[in-house]
Each structure stands twice: as C-alpha cells, then as structure tokens.
Nanobody, 111 residues
Framework: QVQLVESGGGLVQAGGSLRLSCAASGMIFRLNAMGWYRQAPGKQRDLVATITSGGSTNYADSVKGRFTISRDNAKNTVYLQMNSLKPEDTAVYYC?????WGQGTQVTVSS
C-alpha cells in the first residue's frame, strides 16, 4: 500500500521560505513520478509541481521561479522548496503519486 507522509508546513511571513518533504513508501520510488498539489479554503485542489522518475519538472505558472521540486531516491523523499512566499500561497499542500494522496500539511503565509 502506497503511503505518503508530508511534513514541513507552518506559518511564515510574506517573502519567507519553507521546504516541504514527502516521505513515500509502498512503491519503487525511483520509478515513480511524484507531485505536489495545494488546496485553499473553498477552492479546488490545484497542481503545484511534478517531477518525473527521470527528474524532469513541471510547475504551475503561479509558482514558477519561486518553487522548486526535487527528489532524493536514496531517501524515498520528494521536496518542495518554496521561496518568496505570498499570502496567496496559503493552502494545505498535498503530496501525490498515481492517485494516492498524503494527509496534507498546512502552509500559512501572513502579509
């Protein structure tokens, strides 16, 4: 059974940084694409970034140049480095793999 456990969320001021981590188990991690999504209150869950097994990345336009997704196959972990955070980045961030979701981690950016 695939399990995804996020960590690293919190409260940060606008302009600050956070790094989210997602520890994966129950899969051959190095062969899997991974992704980060987010959901703000009252809104749908939206794609933030994805990374393929080969390391190719894709970002939502709203985070390009500010967020970086990366992976460490030795640790079965995918990361989301978030810089220059804005209040509109406030959301619950979810790790994703092939239809499986983590429990989410709250990111709150104060103005």
């Amino acid at each position: 059974q695939v399990q995804l456990v996020e960590s690293g969320g919190g409260l940060v001021q606008a302009g600050g940084s956070l790094r989210l981590s997602c520890a994966a188990s129950g899969m051959i991690f190095r062969l899997n694409a991974m992704g980060w999504y987010r959901q703000a209150p009252g809104k749908q869950r939206d794609l933030v970034a994805t990374i393929t097994s080969g390391g190719s990345t894709n970002y939502a336009d709203s985070v390009k140049g500010r967020f970086t997704i990366s992976r460490d196959n030795a640790k079965n972990t995918v990361y989301l480095q978030m810089n220059s955070l804005k209040p509109e980045d406030t959301a619950v961030y979810y790790c994703w793999n092939r239809g499986f979701w983590g429990q989410g981690t709250q990111v709150t950016v104060s103005s």
